[in-house]
C-alpha cells in the first residue's frame, strides 16, 4: 500500500503555531507520525520506557538532542534532509528547527504500535 499523509483523512493531532503533526494509521502494527516543525521552533520532547522510535528527516535543517535518562547525558546531532536517527528506549528526544529564514523541519517519526489515545 502506497502511504501518503493527508490532513483531510489521516488523524490530525496537532496543528499550531510550533508544529503540524499528522499520523498515517494505516498500517495495523505501527505508526507512521509527520511532524512540520516551524522555523525557530522546538517539540516539547518526551521520552518512552518501552519503545523505539526512528526519525527521517525530509526538509530543513536543524538539531536532535538525546539524553540518556539514566545518567543525564545529552548528545547533539545536526539533522537535515536524509538524516536517519534511532532513539532508544528509555531515551529523552527532542528537535529543534534553526533552518534560515521561514524553512519548515519536516521530518518523519515511526513507531510501534497507534498513538494512545489520552
Aim: aromatic share 10%.
Amino acid at each position: 500500500m502506497f502511504l501518503t499523509f493527508n490532513p483531510d483523512v489521516d488523524n490530525l493531532i496537532a496543528d499550531t503555531d510550533v508544529y503540524t503533526v499528522i499520523d498515517n494509521t494505516y498500517l495495523d502494527s505501527m505508526t507512521i507520525s509527520q511532524t512540520i516543525l516551524h522555523n525557530g521552533m522546538s517539540t516539547r520532547g518526551h521520552s518512552h520506557s518501552d519503545q523505539d522510535e526512528i526519525y527521517i528527516f525530509l526538509d530543513g535543517h536543524g538539531l536532535m538532542f538525546l539524553t540518556d535518562t539514566e545518567n543525564k547525558n545529552v548528545t547533539q546531532y545536526i539533522v537535515k534532509p536524509g538524516t536517519i536517527i534511532g532513539v532508544t528506549a528509555g531515551y529523552h528526544h527532542r528537535v529543534f528547527n534553526n533552518s534560515r529564514l521561514t524553512d519548515d523541519l519536516r521530518f518523519l517519526a515511526i513507531f510501534p504500535e497507534q498513538r494512545l489515545k489520552a
